[in-house]
């Protein structure tokens, strides 16, 4: 009897391991191309009115209610930013976490990128212009309904530089 039940057992755990597996069915990403290609075209035109010059930039800076927003990494945030300027990762851009990091969709927000700072490639290492972090950050705020965002227009010297910086590098 006790041989018997062995036999069957191992009979159908072979039977089972024997069957082939069935291929797992996963659903499409959460990626959408061509919606992303749309947003950027609706915001490319908004974008053009949300240029601040300079003299703008740096005005609106010192105003209460208006935030500086830097999205480059952490490290370099930390070392050289725009005094005054709030840190929050591109990468780690959420509805949550912008909504944090941001007191209402109405505040003004002035974005900078490493291809506005000039003459620092340690901590202000440049792009190539269509990759400037400035262009994804304009357009995933605006995407997220942040539509009070104002782009430096400007390459502007980090020596002697009109705007102030802070951080662990400097002297």
Known sequence: MKTLFLT????ATLTIV???KQPIEYPKSDVDYSGFTELTIEAEEYRKTHMASLENFIKWSKEKDVMVLDTRSKKMYDMKHVKGAVH???SDFTAEKLAK?????NTKI????NNNLDK??????RKM???????????????YGYKNVYELDRL???INSPLELEGKAIK
Do not use: H, R, W
Request: some cysteine.
């Open 8 to 11: 069957l057992t191992m009979a």
């Open 18 to 20: 024997a069957q082939p």
């Open 88 to 90: 929050l990762n591109f």
């Open 101 to 105: 990091v941001i007191p209402s969709k």
């Open 110 to 113: 002035l974005i900078y990128c």
């Open 120 to 125: 620092d490639e340690m901590y202000f290492a």
């Open 129 to 143: 212009t269509p990759l400037a972090l400035n262009i994804p950050t304009f357009i995933n705020l605006y995407g």
């Open 156 to 158: 502007v010297p980090t």
